[in-house]
């Protein structure tokens, strides 16, 4: 049996799934799930939490669908354990996304985030905005 792709995928990425599953965040986002092993640490956990308890997000999905989504993503998520800090990215923010990736050894970063996709790749860590990652995933078939 063929392993599992280790992804990382993006805050917004997610939140794009949620919001509008059918976009390209959310197909790409949906095929990682499928397809692949889903890293995130306590940090990207909380800070996904945290923009989905956003009240702008109110008029598009409940807050009680936002938290069983969460409840579902906690428990289908590879956990990872920061060890080694990461402080490569210009936005300082977005370094919990490359310590997870590291740590966890990920092979792909999925973001739309241009202060990640300048350091692509990152460590022998592919990152690719999600449309690149659905392309990536045809050809791979």
């Not at 509008?20 to 306590?42: C, H, N, T, W």
């Not at 920061?82 to 310590?99: K, S, T, Y």
Request: with cysteine; charged share 30%.
């Amino acid at each position: 049996m063929k392993a599992r792709t280790r992804i990382v995928l993006d805050t917004n990425a997610i939140v794009s799934r949620l919001l509008v599953p059918d976009s390209i965040p959310g197909q790409a986002v949906r095929k990682a799930v499928d397809e692949g092993e889903i890293l995130m640490s306590e940090s990207t956990l909380y800070e996904l939490a945290e923009v989905l308890g956003r009240e702008k997000f109110d008029v598009y999905v409940s807050r009680q669908d936002r938290e069983e989504f969460l409840r579902i993503l906690g428990r289908i998520v590879e956990m990872v354990s920061i060890l080694h800090a990461v402080h490569d990215c210009r936005d300082m923010r977005d370094n919990h996304i490359l310590e997870v990736a590291v740590n966890g050894q990920a092979q792909i970063i999925v973001t739309g985030d241009e202060d990640l996709l300048v350091l692509n790749p990152f460590r022998g860590i592919s990152i690719m905005k999600p449309v690149d990652y659905l392309k990536w995933k045809l050809a791979s078939h």
